[in-house]
Every structure is written in structure tokens, then in C-alpha cells.
């Protein structure tokens, strides 16, 4: 039996070189976190509201981007968008594009869930009260929608996390991308380092993303 | 855009389509399969399997598709464990599916409260028979909703299988792209294909939420 | 809940949208020109001046195609296509911006403006003349034909109807072998990385790839053997610029010129293809100063 390919691992910069594709995917992923959570709360806030126009453009938007593979996404933004209107948008920012375009819409919709689970009394209440709407918002509805969306939100950062694996495809180098080109590098000396590598990238992404989600769990059974 | 192109590739996108299905519903399959059984698991506090159960999920829920098809399709033939792509794709899907289905299942189970379990039998019924007419329905009925935003999750997920040399969708558009540089024609044609294939599933799914939802109280939905 | 009404409204505005998107599409590219003038033209492309000024240029390369183009331990880009680009970079007196490419990228690549110049073992055909522009060649090259030394294929004939062949997606041995031998089977990968493990792992019963690539393959992994050394025409890989980029095509033609004064490419070659070919093969895949031999 040969090596597994985890002496590869300690060769040169090899290590650090995939933990810095892990990098790329985790930096992808917090940025468009960050963009989808400004942006979800805003569509989520106008979900709820009264124009019947503007909700079924927001479910529109929403519906559009469940159905459609995040990998299909991708590459619409990254090749197609140069091809209609001439945009030349490197890997990464089309990568954030696609992620915050996702993200804004699940995000809009946990929001908007988030709000309509806050019982109505409670804005009657505040406005009985005497509170303007927007105090109603700012004091009474918001921090509570906040504090039922945090576990969510650090939920969708894994998803996110996951899904950054298939920016591979338009051509990004991050840890699976260096994964094989260490493999390439070392086809010779160890042939059979494919094994060690894609181990440990598997568990590469398993070590950022489970104490992520047990830390959203964890805030959603004790914020319920 | 080139219409009498996009008519050539249709055969193609057609076959791609198939693939696509067959192995996307053979990996729903033994993803149901896998979820009952880990859900069973959890909800009877099966000693030693239990935490078997448990880590796969973690282990599954936490790491893409992408990567677990690598390590199966590439990684372990390394050790002596061929697979065909065929067979990766389904076990690569079903594996992730599992765990996904499992969660879902399980808070189905969980949710309905003990109370009626304990009721059903002191009305005489065994625990099979509780579990059978009492917990069952309304478990299978409250998880239908999180069930079929597993399989669109899971059918948009096998846009990732063009790695493992399967001529999905998305790798028929990837080298005909490739081959001939008709980027919008190539890339329309796959968007197509795909809201042919997976808007019934969605509303086949908000058809059959509707049909279940008489065994709910309120408004419960889990997705 | 409304859900079902929600969905069916959505069905009908994305099939409106995309009647829209269509519509659109068909309005832009105006005529019957060939469907590549039309991006082109909408993505631009940088000329040699901009390129200069902008202090770096972009080249698309392969990362995990050793060893014409991949990536070292230390992260640094290295090969036979990667000496070349050094050297352009240092002509043009800017830095080197290395983008890794996949095979079935590369026009793409150039058509969206992505890369300046994709320098990644890119063979030139007819077809992909049509997409982009090719400059004077470096390297001989024709398709060849590795397999597993427990079953040497050395005609296409010996393959059984079970029998598959991979192929990388967009490169000249899947369009031939699409084009003359449609009745083979063909898997096909993405990346180098990944056809070469999968030969290694036993998916296919052999793999068809530029004849460079598959002898370097059989000499650096022992128990494969190179079947079919040649196959389809004798090509030849050159630099590629976007499609009109007429300063740039001419600054790499002249610089190609130049270059075979000093034997440029004969020392790319012992730099770093010695190792792999031995001597013999240096005067077979060379091209100097643009010249072919036959």
C-alpha cells in the first residue's frame, strides 16, 4: 500500500495553500451573508406590506431563485451577463452576485416569516400605545425579528459555505481547485494522494460548517 | 440568438433531461429510504446506532455534494472502491438526501406529542398500533412540506454531477459551451430544461401540502 | 395560504420573462452573424496599449496540466506554456496576471474578455479560428491515444461496445472523436486533474488527449502505455487573442518572430519538458519563430 497522499499535505506551502482556497470560499460566503442580510430585511419588510404588486414581484424574485440550481446562476452571471450587456465580471464578484441574489431572497423570506410570527396583538398593542408606525417597527417588531432570525441566518452562512464549492466551475482556484492541483503536481511521486486530499477537504469544509450550524442550533432552541 | 442552433441541441438537452431524472429520482429514493430509517432511529433512541445516525447526518449535512461525490468518485477507488458514475451520483445524492430527509422525518415524529402515544395505548392500542394510526399519519403529513422542499433542494443539486463525467444538464450546456461557443443559446436552453423539470415537482408538491393540510393545526409550515 | 396560485403566477411570469430574454437575444445579435462576433463585440477586449497601461495582462493558463501548464508546491505557476508567458510578460514590460482555465473555457475566456491571451495548450482549428484569433504556433501537435498496459488500444478498432474513452470537455480529441467516430462512448471531465485520475482509477479504457499530453502522461506514470501516438491531423498549438484584437495578435506575432532568433523555445523545451520527454522529442514538438517544418 502506498501513501495516501498525506505526506503531499506537508510538502512546500500545500497545507496553507488549501487552507487559503478555504479562505476564498468562507470570505465569499461571509461577504454575501453580510449583503444578503442588509438586503433580506429590507425585501422582507416589504413582503409584508400592502401592495399586492410589489409582494408578487417580491414572490416572483423568490420563487425564481428555488427553482433555479445556484450552479445554473453562476454561470448565466458569469458568461451569459458578458454576453448580453458586455459586463465583465471576474469569478468572485459574480460569485457574491449569485450568493447575495440567493441569499437577499431566503433571507426575505425568513424575515418576512419572522414578522408574521410576531403576534398582530402586539402591534395593536404598541400603537394603542400611542407609537407611530415606524416606532412600532423600530421597537416592538424588528428586535424581536432579529432575535428569531439570527439562528437562521448563521444557518444559511453554512449553506452558503457549501455551496462556494462550485465556484470551481467558473474557474476560481479555492480548496477544491487546489486540492487537484496539488494532485497534479505530485501524480508521480504519489499517485495515490486523490485519497488523502479529497479526505481532508471533505473534512476541511465539516470543520468550519459544524460548529457553525451546532452554534445555530444551539441560539435557536434557547431564543425560540 | 440562433433558434435553428438551439433546435439541434434539443435532442441533447432531451437525453441530459432523462439522466438527469433517473439518477435524481433513484438518489430522492434511497434518500426517503435512508431517512425513514435514521428518523426510526432517532425517535426510538436506538442505543449505539443512535450515534451512528447522528454523525452521519452531521457529517453529510455539513460538507456540499460536490465534495462527497469527489471523495466517492475519485478518492476512493484509491483504496480498492470502484464505483460507476451512475453509482456515485445516486449514492452521492441518496447519501445527502438521507440526512436531509432524516431531520425532516424526525422533527415530523418529535412534534406530535407524547400525550397521544400514551393516550393511543391506554385506549388499548399497542405501541405498533399507536404509532401506526396515531403518530404515522400525522408525522408523514406535517413533514410533507419540508419533504418536498427536499427533493427540489435535491433535484437542483444534481446540477453538480457533470464533475463525475455524467451528462446532466448542466454538463450537456458546459461542453456544448465548450465545443461551439453558443453561450446564450446553450445557457437559455438550460434554464428552460430545468423549470421543465423541477416546476412540477413544485407544484405537484404545493398540491399534495394542500391535500394534507386538513391533519394540521394552524399553519405549521416547516421549509 | 395561497401558495399554489403563487406558483402558478410565477410559472407564467418566467415563461414571459424568458419569452422577453429570448426576444431580446435575437434583437441584439442583428443579422445572421456567427453567434461569437456578437458577444465580442458587446465584452470588448483590452489593445496592446491598454494592456501596457494598465501595468498587467491577463493570461489563461492551465493549473493542472503538467507539464505545460499547472501549479507547484509553493503556489507558483510553472510549464512549457508558463515559460512563454513569463517571457511575454517581461517583453511587454507588465506583470502577469495568471488565470486557470479549463479546457472547455478558453474561448469563452477571450470572448468575454476575461483573459487577454489564453495560453493553455490551445490547438488551432477551424472552428475555433472562426471564434477567436490564433497568432504563430509554438508547438507541434496531433492527438493521441493512452491506455492501461494490461490492455494496450492501439487502434480505435479494438474498442468494445462497453468500452469508453475519456475525453476533456472541449478539446480537439472530444470534437474528433465526436465528429469521425461518433459509435465510441465517450466520458468526459472538466479539468486535467480529474480525466487523469479517473484513467488511473479505471473508469475508462483509455484516454485521448493531445498526443504531447498523453506520452508525457505514460512516461511519468509507469504501467501505461501510449497505443495510438497519432491520430487526426498533424495541428499546431498557438497563442489566442479575442477575436479582432489585431495590435495585440500583432505584437505576439512579431514577438513569436523574434524569439526564434534566440531559440526561445528550444530552451522553454529543456526547461521544462526535458525532464518529462528526454532530447528526442525536442524537435519534433518545437516550433521556432513560427515556422512549421512541414
Known sequence: ?224 | MDWGVMLSYLPLYRDALLLTLRIGWQGVALALALGVVCALTLHLRLPVLRQIVTAYIELFRNTPLLVQLFFLYFALPKVGVRLSPDACGTLGLGLLGGAYMAETFRSGLDNIPTIQSESAQSLGMTRLQAFRYVILPQAVSSSVPGLVANVVFLLKETSVFSTISLMDLMFTAKDLIGMYAKTLECLTLLVVFYLIMLLPVSFLGSAIERRLRYAEFGDRRTV | ?294
Not at chain 1, 457549501?162 to 466551475?169: G, R, W
Not at chain 3, 424568458?18 to 470588448?44: E, I, N, Q, R, V
Not at chain 3, 534566440?262 to 522529442?281: I, Q, R, V
Open chain 3, 1 to 294: 395560504m395561497k401558495f399554489s396560485t403563487w406558483k402558478r403566477i410565477t410559472a407564467v411570469a418566467l415563461a414571459l420573462a424568458l419569452t422577453f430574454a429570448l426576444a431580446a437575444c435575437g434583437k441584439g445579435d442583428s443579422g445572421a452573424a456567427p453567434a461569437g462576433d456578437a458577444g465580442s463585440d458587446a465584452a470588448g477586449f483590452r489593445t496592446l496599449d491598454e494592456i501596457k497601461a494598465s501595468g498587467t495582462v491577463n493570461i489563461g493558463v492551465f493549473s493542472d496540466k503538467s507539464p505545460f501548464g499547472y501549479v507547484d508546491e509553493n503556489g507558483d505557476y510553472q510549464g512549457y506554456d508558463v515559460y512563454f508567458a513569463q517571457r511575454i510578460g517581461e517583453d511587454l514590460g507588465v506583470e502577469v496576471n495568471y488565470v486557470s482555465t479549463e479546457a472547455a473555457n478558453r474561448i469563452e475566456y477571450l470572448q468575454t474578455g476575461k483573459v487577454d491571451i489564453i495560453l493553455a495548450n490551445f490547438t488551432v482549428t477551424e472552428e475555433r479560428a472562426q471564434e477567436v484569433d490564433f497568432a504563430l504556433p509554438y508547438m507541434n501537435v496531433a492527438l493521441g491515444v493512452v491506455s492501461p498496459d494490461e490492455r494496450v488500444i492501439t487502434s480505435l478498432d479494438e474498442l468494445g461496445a462497453d468500452d469508453e474513452v475519456i475525453v476533456i470537455s472541449g478539446t480537439t480529441a472530444e470534437t474528433y472523436l465526436e465528429k469521425n467516430n461518433p459509435e465510441i462512448k465517450l466520458q468526459k471531465y472538466d479539468a486535467y486533474a480529474e480525466a487523469k485520475t479517473a484513467l488511473e482509477n479505471g473508469n475508462g479504457a483509455a484516454w485521448a488527449n493531445d498526443n504531447t499530453e498523453v506520452i508525457a502522461f505514460a512516461i511519468e506514470n509507469p504501467g501505461y502505455t501510449v497505443g495510438i501516438p497519432s491520430l487526426g491531423s498533424a495541428d499546431t498549438i498557438a497563442p489566442a487573442v479575442t477575436k479582432g484584437n489585431d495590435t495585440l495578435l500583432n505584437w505576439l506575432n512579431d514577438e513569436i518572430m523574434a524569439l526564434g532568433a534566440e531559440n526561445f523555445f528550444h530552451t522553454d523545451y529543456e526547461a521544462t519538458l526535458l525532464d518529462t520527454y528526454g532530447a528526442d522529442y525536442e524537435d519534433t514538438l518545437v516550433v521556432e519563430g513560427g515556422v512549421t517544418a512541414g
Open chain 1, 1 to 224: 500500500m502506498q501513501s495516501l497522499g498525506i505526506d503531499v499535505l506537508f510538502k512546500g506551502r500545500n497545507l496553507l495553500r488549501l487552507l487559503g482556497g478555504l479562505w476564498v470560499a468562507v470570505r465569499i460566503s461571509l461577504i454575501s451573508v453580510a449583503l444578503s442580510i442588509v438586503l433580506g430585511l429590507l425585501i422582507g419588510v416589504l413582503m409584508t406590506g400592502k401592495s399586492p404588486v410589489l409582494r408578487g414581484v417580491f414572490r416572483l424574485y423568490l420563487e425564481t431563485v428555488r427553482i433555479l440550481p445556484q450552479m445554473v446562476l453562476l454561470f448565466i452571471v458569469y458568461f451569459g451577463t458578458t454576453r448580453l450587456f458586455g459586463w465583465n465580471l471576474s469569478a468572485e464578484v459574480s460569485a457574491v452576485f449569485v450568493f447575495t441574489f440567493w441569499g437577499a431572497a431566503e433571507m426575505g423570506d425568513l424575515v418576512r416569516g419572522a414578522i408574521l410570527s410576531i403576534p398582530s396583538i402586539q402591534r395593536e398593542s404598541a400603537q394603542a400605545l400611542g407609537m407611530t408606525p415606524r416606532q412600532v417597527y423600530g421597537y416592538v417588531i424588528l428586535p424581536q425579528t432579529v432575535r428569531r432570525l439570527i439562528p437562521l441566518s448563521i444557518n444559511l452562512i453554512t449553506r452558503m459555505i457549501k455551496t462556494t464549492s462550485l465556484v470551481m466551475m467558473i474557474g476560481m482556484v479555492e480548496v477544491l481547485k487546489v486540492a487537484q492541483q496539488i494532485i497534479e503536481a505530485n501524480r508521480r511521486t504519489s499517485p495515490n494522494a486523490a485519497f488523502g486530499l479529497f479526505a481532508v477537504v471533505f473534512l476541511l469544509y465539516f470543520a468550519i460548517c459544524w460548529p457553525i450550524s451546532r452554534l445555530a442550533g444551539y441560539l435557536e432552541k434557547r431564543w425560540a
